[in-house]
RNA sequence: GGAGAGAUGGCAGAGCGGUCGAAUGCGGCGGUCUUGAAAACCGUUGAGGUGUAAGCCUCCGGGGGUUCGAAUCCCUCUCUCUCCGCCA
């Protein structure tokens, strides 16, 4: 969430800032501040009765040693009127604390300057474009026959397992996403990312700390016994590692890499969204993380892009960057790259990775800090971005890989699968 | 699942109800010494709120209570550790 002095101290521009984002709710702004100077005079009128009961309670044991029973009992008396006073301050500062928070919750983040304007994905900008349209023979299908043909992945026993949604790898098919997986990872460690396992349940706070709670709640499965959530990104447990810590300046900056399984609700999808490995309730990600100095985000952001771009490019597959316009960001980020491949036989871009910059967003959620030179106490950036999204990677690549007789694989997973073609 | 112990500053670890935001050690930072380093010695070193500042206030796992006054007493929740059971 915004800090409450950044939006007291530029608060035209904050307004201006969420207008972009076409945020209409720009009451909330003043909310914050009216609420917050209330705070501020409470809390200092009774600091001031504190200071006085502090001082008094002192004088009483002096008293008391003293043997000034007389003296004593008639300051007690007088800490004892002070003590309601106390009391309802301390009730409405509570409230107001609350309140000022669930305000917060609701601003989202404020778009960069150079976010492309506009409120739908029409609106977003292209900014590179790379590959060719594969040429695919007579009779080239989907992937979701191409699944079905070579027997890669089993919906139908999926939904007989667990639900529909809930894909069950198989075979030459299980194979490619493991081959995938280690890919990815080895890629990732190659640029200097430190690889991890997270859990894949988060308590509350972890899902707060991101922002899944409150405001995507749906988004999550809850395990209500116990009261976890099912990741829906590996981001959540991996940004959480730094969570209410002080960081020294020297350990940033911060690369975490994971891998992990997906689990997300989607309540409300249908139709030719969800057809074969286009959404599903399962997936696995590969995904990575950064915790940098405020002031290099923007260009960390920049080669995070370009190492998605460069893992993108080794597997074949066409693709194009987009720059996401402020209204079709999501609620946190202040800068999203969103990465499209051309998926050939279903004709149509399909997102692979998202990759963004959340500025302070989430650290002021989590209280990721540092102290810089001077020795102020600052808050991080973040960052995050998959590497990749693993179903619809390889829905891209069954489909631009196909022949009449079989599906070819890109040079760099030869190794991994074992075999220059998968099926 | 059963029994017990515990939760204090970056870490380890003290703390008769008032003089404790907290001993001590380690670590960090600065300095003396040294050609340099180590050692030794000296100093310094938690976070948040408010204020131009001095200062004042809050925080010893979370919440509540007793008291003029709580890290210290009581209740409660959560978590951690040890032992037993079960188990990949």
């Not at 992937?143 to 191409?146: E, N, P």
């Not at 390889?394 to 690549?397: D, K, T, V």
């Not at 890109?410 to 997973?413: D, E, K």
């Given at each position: 969430?915004l ?37 501020k005079?409470i809390?200092s009128a009774?600091?001031?009765?504190l ?10 044991g002096?008293l ?9 009992e ?6 004892t009127d002070?003590?309601?006073k106390?009391?309802?301050n301390e009730?409405?500062?509570?409230r107001?604390?609350?309140e ?7 601003i989202?983040n404020l778009?960069?300057e ?10 977003n ?6 590959g060719?349209?594969p040429?695919l ?5 989907p992937?979701?026959?191409?699944i ?8 139908e026993t ?5 639900g529909s949604?809930?894909p069950?790898?198989k075979g030459?098919?299980a ?6 997986i ?5 890629s990732n460690?190659e ?8 859990p894949y349940?988060?308590?509350e ?9 409150p405001?995507k ?5 809850y395990m209500?016994a116990?009261?976890?959530y ?12 730094y969570r209410?810590e002080i ?5 940033l900056?911060?690369l975490?890499?994971a891998?992990s399984?997906?689990f ?11 057809r ?9 990600k ?5 915790l940098?100095?405020?002031?290099k985000s ?8 370009e ?6 490019q ?12 402020a209204?079709?960001m999501s609620?946190?980020s202040?800068?999203t790259?969103?990465?499209e491949?051309?998926?050939?036989a279903?004709?149509?871009?399909l997102e692979?990775s ?9 650290t002021n ?5 540092f ?5 102020r106490?600052?808050?991080v ?11 619809r990677i390889?829905?891209?690549?069954l489909?631009n890989?196909?022949t ?5 694989l890109?040079?760099?997973?030869h190794?991994y699968v074992?075999?220059?073609r998968?099926v």
């Open positions: 969430m800090q409450v002095n950044h939006i007291r101290q530029y608060r035209e521009k904050v307004l201006e800032r969420l207008s972009a984002k076409y945020f209409m709710e720009t009451a909330l702004v003043d909310a914050v501040i009216e609420k917050d100077d209330l705070r005079r809390q009774n600091d001031e009765i200071s006085r009961r502090n001082l008094a309670s002192k004088e009483i002096a008391m040693s003293k043997g000034l029973k007389d003296d004593a008639a300051r007690k008396q007088e800490v002070l003590k309601s106390i009391d309802r009730q409405e500062l509570a107001l604390e609350v000022i928070r669930e305000v917060l919750q609701r989202p778009p960069h150079q976010v492309p304007a506009g409120r739908t994905p029409e609106d900008v292209v900014v590179r474009q790379w060719d349209t040429v023979h007579v009779g080239a299908v992937h979701w026959d191409l079905k043909k070579y027997g890669l992945v089993d919906f999926g939904v007989k397992i667990t949604g809930f069950l790898f030459r098919g194979k490619l996403q493991r081959a995938l280690q890919y990815f990872l080895d460690t640029a200097g990312y430190t690889e991890y396992i997270p349940m988060v308590n706070a972890s899902a707060y700390g991101t922002g899944q709670l405001d709640e749906g988004q999550m499965y209500p116990d009261n976890f099912m990741i829906p990104t590996a981001e959540v447990p991996v940004t959480n590692i209410d960081l020294k300046e020297s350990d900056p911060i975490m890499t891998h399984p997906c997300r609700r989607e309540a409300g999808s249908f139709g030719k969204d969800v074969g490995l286009n959404r599903v309730h399962q997936f696995d590969v995904e990575i993380v950064q940098v100095h405020p002031d923007y260009e960390v952001l920049e080669q995070m892009v190492h998605v771009e460069r893992l993108v080794s597997l074949g597959l066409p693709y194009r960057i987009l720059r996401l316009c209204g079709d609620f946190s202040a800068m790259y969103d990465f491949i051309y998926s050939a279903q004709e149509r871009w692979v998202s990759v963004s910059n959340f500025e302070a967003y989430q959620r989590m209280k990721i800090r102290k810089d030179a001077e020795g106490m600052r808050l950036h973040s960052l995050n971005g998959s590497s990749l999204a693993l179903p390889m829905a891209g690549l489909e890989f196909q009449p007789d079989g599906i070819l890109p040079a760099v997973l190794r074992g075999s220059d998968l």
